[in-house]
């Protein structure tokens, strides 16, 4: 590892710009830095001591509901089934006094393609309930956008290739854009809190869950693109969250569905894993998510960090002197489920979280936390750090003064200014690691056929080739391809010139890997197209090219098909290391 790090390292990290963000209050702009700190410090105090001790805990929760609107009949059931803690988004807020919400794309909160006026209908009219309860507090309305594969608000918005494609363009400058622009359209739909960037050092090709979620297996890389992401998030007044801590870059487990371990000692988290976040903790990030890993270096107790103390307290607070928000990962994902429903938000605070996210039981979650108060397991005191931590951040993003989106903001959103961006960044992006024979780019004239999984756009990718001119034909297969496909795949691959497979995360799909040998034993030229992870050619190093995107988003496959067709010479280089075949930096060009 020490080599990755080494002089092509620095080379590379002497192009980066790092932008620090410093955190700007919103109010009273024309007094000093000191005097606006002053003033929100004065009003939060004030402010927590009008508060009853159910409003306090309340402030504690961001939750998910089902629902297009405040009301939405059609999902009161769901809601209830699932344990929302009300038929709506309504009920919930007023019942819970709930800190905040986040939205996804499954509960019906954002739709795909995006509908900008109910998402910023949605937004205003839950910030309109919560100003309208007694405490008079605006929530955090939240969301994961990090661009790529993790997008909740999608097109007409304008859509980013994601972590690692900004990686192998190695800017910063690239990094920050993205993050303002995806901010001010955020900021616009009444979004004020993201989930991102992602700060995990991704340094297991077979890590299921991070992967193209990272910038680089560089942790000084991560650090330069990861601040300059919150530089400009927060520069749109959206609160920043990186994530997640202590890092979650090493692991073979999924937490969603397990509980990873991290067998980094002292010297390795702090020399990578931890690098990330110190750095965005000095820039002067807003807020740090924690992950659902042990972490056996730090706490033996074999207890996920979320809900560690020595973890989240003595480590982020105590070692790393952060004092902003602490917010858990979902707690209804699999790797916090550790202990009994009613004890694990209790621990997670007491380990030293600010904010409960997502528990699976809303009723029980605010239950537990309420009791633990009032029977003083939670003392008032820990409980009034928190809640002022939260008003604080309210107060500074702005929140607390105006939580309000004025309808004409979403003409903000994929504006063609935005789309050119995003297009210049990922065609940037795109890295060509092989090319036997100068294969690529493809001839015109010659016969190309297309195939591979569907979720990695074989037929999106092919079309967009016949609409530049080439004779283009494809089969889209699932994602492991069945025998039938894959006979199917190798016969009409026959009457091909050149076949292009587009493959995803396939160095750890069996099934992928066997339609590519297929294909190859056809004795035509095979150039894979890696549409997400940059790893899959570990698992068929002879094929004739191989190219990559980090990403299956549209803009992407349209990137890939410039790249393809030589309209664009590629430029990217690896931001990882590909382990035996080609080492970080590097990247092909046609000329």
């Keep these: 590892m020490a080599k990755r790090l080494g002089m092509l390292t620095m080379a590379l990290l002497l192009l980066f710009s790092l932008v620090l963000p410093h955190a700007n209050y919103t109010h009273a702009k024309d007094k000093p830095k000191e005097n606006q700190e002053k003033i929100a410090k004065k009003w939060v105090k004030s402010k927590v001591k009008q508060m009853t001790i159910e409003e306090k805990v309340g402030q504690l929760f961001i939750v998910h509901a089902y629902g297009k609107t405040p009301t939405d009949p059609d999902y009161a059931e769901t809601n209830i089934n699932s344990k929302r803690g009300g038929a709506n988004f309504k009920e919930i807020i007023e019942k819970y006094h709930i800190g905040g919400v986040i939205y996804f794309n499954w509960s019906q909160n954002i739709g795909t393609p995006l509908d900008s006026s109910q998402v910023q209908s949605l937004s205003n009219g839950l910030q309109k309930i919560a100003v309208n309860q007694k405490s008079n507090i605006p929530l955090f309305i939240s969301t994961d956008q990090e661009g790529g594969i993790v997008a909740r608000v999608t097109e007409p918005a304008t859509v980013f290739p994601g972590n690692m494609a900004l990686g192998a363009t190695g800017s910063a400058s690239y990094a920050k854009k993205a993050a303002e622009i995806t901010g001010s359209e955020l900021k616009s739909l009444g979004i004020n809190m993201d989930f991102a960037p992602d700060l995990d050092v991704n340094i297991n090709p077979e890590n299921p869950v991070i992967g193209v979620r990272s910038y680089s297996e560089n942790p000084d890389l991560v650090a330069a693109l990861g601040t300059a992401q919150v530089a400009g998030l927060q520069n749109q007044n959206v609160i920043a969250t990186g994530k997640h801590f202590p890092g979650h870059g090493d692991t073979n487990v999924d937490s969603h569905y397990g509980l990873p371990i991290i067998n980094h000692d002292k010297k390795m988290l702090n020399e990578i894993d931890l690098k990330p976040f110190k750095a965005t903790i000095k820039s002067g990030i807003d807020a740090i998510m924690t992950a659902h890993i042990v972490v056996p270096a730090l706490d033996k107790s074999g207890m996920p960090a ?241 190219i990559l995107t980090y990403g299956n988003r549209d803009i992407s496959t349209r990137a890939l098909a410039k790249v393809l067709v030589g309209e664009v010479n590629p430029s990217g280089k690896l931001p990882i290391t590909i382990p035996g075949l080609y080492q970080f930096g590097f990247g092909l060009q046609y000329k």
């Design 306 to 546: 979320t809900l560690s103390k020595p973890i989240m307290t003595g480590v982020l607070r105590d070692q790393l002197g952060y004092n902003g928000l602490i917010i858990t990962d979902s707690l209804d994902m699999s790797g916090a489920d550790v202990l009994p429903a009613d004890q694990i938000p209790v621990a997670a605070f007491d380990a030293g979280a600010d904010i409960l996210l997502n528990p699976p039981d809303v009723e029980d979650a605010y239950k537990a936390m309420l009791k633990a108060v009032k029977s003083k397991k939670i003392r008032k005191k820990r409980l009034d750090q928190s809640v002022t931590r939260i008003l604080l951040a309210k107060y500074k993003r702005g929140i607390i003064k105006d939580p309000f989106t004025k309808n004409n903001s979403i003409k903000k959103i994929g504006l063609p200014e935005n789309l050119k961006a995003t297009e210049e960044i990922t065609t940037k992006s795109i890295t060509l690691i092989k090319n036997e024979n100068h294969v690529l780019p493809l001839k015109k004239g010659k016969n190309v056929f297309v195939t591979g999984p569907a979720s990695a756009n074989s037929e999106r990718l092919s079309d967009i080739l016949l609409e530049k001119g080439l004779r283009s034909s494809d089969f889209s297969t699932s994602t492991s391809p069945t025998t039938e496909q894959i006979q199917t795949a190798v016969t009409r691959a026959q009457n091909a010139d050149i076949i292009v497979v587009t493959t995803y995360t396939a160095n750890t799909n069996n099934a992928q890997q066997l339609l590519v040998k297929a294909l190859k034993q056809t004795g035509k030229p095979v150039v894979i197209a890696s549409m997400r992870n940059p790893y899959d050619i570990m698992a068929f190093p002879n094929v004739d090219a191989n």
